[in-house]
């Protein structure tokens, strides 16, 4: 076959992500004009053959390629259905590592979805968030859009002198010029393309912990820094739990609007104005969105089925520094969830939840049911030994249920099998 597959054969998202490659680097160069919404790029992806390629295709929406070279080589190319086609002017051998150079540009907006709403680059009332779970990413940036391909990233923004641009990675340069200014991150970890994110806007910043930043619009700062006050704990808590912090750096980004949710990135997360009140009444998502950085981030799942591997883990989190911050035990939190989840329909199998209930309340708290009934059956200190040799183990690398079950080893078929495998809800751990 000298074909590129156009599909990444994804179970839940099979049109997301491509066939024929793996991505290994993203070096994007984005110059943004925030008062347009007006995005002038270049992309330059580094992959590697897994079968002979005499065309092949990226994920791309809304955006306009102007010009394609691969290996250096101006190449055929064509825009239909989110995708970009590339047909080389020479084939790229099986095995063979290549080069595609991306020119596009055009006014960004986020990808629609009937179920998730608008998902990708975004504008805001001051400046523009990328928050790209699922299929956002090539709302900005030609990509083979699939958790199971991480890749490192250099990325470049040139935007509007006052506002700030925080990009998920360390900021290795920023220079200004005139009215503009340069910022250089580079983001050397494997990452998977949904938890890439650009955040533009007019920040304040502080200091949360060791390696912890946060910014946030000036007119929250009192409020932020009291609901965020208990963050540096929290983080020691978690890698109590969990292991050692998977990245160098966190950051905290609140956008100067609403947001429906907080959104993960790769050491970063994004909070909405809305979720700052003072009261530390959203204490629960610091802890979840923080969670995601092993769960999700780290491990990222192979395919979107998995997704419990990310969403039951970090709410089994905000059970944990319940617990630990002296608030409810866990083992209350999972008796209110249980009782909760009895009274609802039991046709929801964990493990494969079906792409329109991917984010179902049940994949959250079932997920940290599970949880709650393997550390029931294996004890305090075998629990936790487990889930730090998981992370551990999968650092940077993607995973399945499947890798999970065989991780927490024999004797233990029952529980996953009725947790896991069957819409039934157990009756108790
Ligand atoms: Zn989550």
Request: net charge negative.
């Amino acid at each position: 076959m000298t074909a590129g597959a156009e599909t990444s054969g994804d179970p839940y998202l099979p049109a997301h992500g491509n066939g024929g490659y793996r991505t290994r680097h993203y070096d994007l160069d984005l110059e943004y004009r925030v008062a347009p919404n007006r995005l002038t790029a270049r992309a330059r992806v580094e992959a590697t053959t897994t079968q002979a390629l005499s065309r092949f295709s990226l994920d791309l929406a809304g955006l306009r390629v102007s010009r394609v070279l691969v290996n250096g080589k101006p190449a055929r190319y064509a825009q239909r259905d989110r995708k970009l086609h590339v047909t080389p002017a020479v084939p790229i051998a099986d095995g063979g590592t290549f080069t595609v150079e991306v020119r596009y540009g055009g006014n960004p907006r986020p990808i629609h979805d009937p179920a998730w709403g608008d998902i990708g680059w975004d504008e805001l009332s001051e400046g523009a968030l990328v928050a790209s779970q699922p299929i956002g990413a090539p709302s900005w940036y030609p990509c083979n859009d699939h958790p199971a391909d991480k890749a490192s990233y250099r990325v470049t923004v040139t935007a509007d002198a006052p506002y700030t641009v925080l990009v998920t990675g360390d900021l290795v340069g920023r220079r200004q010029g005139g009215s503009l200014a340069t910022w250089v991150y580079e983001r050397p970890e494997p990452t998977a393309t949904y938890l890439m994110s650009v955040q533009v806007g007019l920040y304040e910043q502080a200091t949360l912990g060791p390696g912890q930043h946060a910014a946030f619009p000036a007119r929250l700062r009192q409020p932020f820094l009291h609901d965020f006050g208990r963050h540096g704990l929290i983080m020691s808590t978690l890698e109590r739990f969990f292991g050692r912090y998977p990245f160098r750096g966190y950051l905290v980004v609140v956008t100067c609007d609403d947001l429906d949710e907080p959104i993960e990135a790769q050491g970063m997360s994004v909070f909405g104005a809305n979720l700052i009140d003072g009261q530390r009444t959203h204490e629960r998502l610091i802890v979840h969105e923080l969670a995601h950085q092993w769960f999700g981030n780290s491990l990222t799942i192979r395919e979107w089925p998995h997704i419990w591997l990310n969403e039951g883990f970090a709410t089994y989190a905000e059970w944990l520094w319940s617990e630990a911050s002296g608030g409810a035990p866990a083992e209350d939190h999972a008796r209110q969830w249980h009782a909760k989840l009895s009274t609802g329909p039991q046709d929801l199998v964990l493990a494969d939840p079906g792409v329109s209930r991917m984010f179902d309340e049940r994949v959250y708290k079932r997920g940290a049911l599970t949880l709650h009934a393997l550390r029931h059956r294996l004890g305090d200190a075998q629990f936790f030994a487990l889930l730090k040799d998981w992370t551990a183990t999968y650092q940077h690398a993607t995973v399945s249920t499947e890798d999970f079950v065989r991780f927490a080893g024999g004797r233990l078929e029952d529980l996953f099998t009725s947790w896991l495998y069957r819409p039934e809800l157990p009756a108790t751990w």
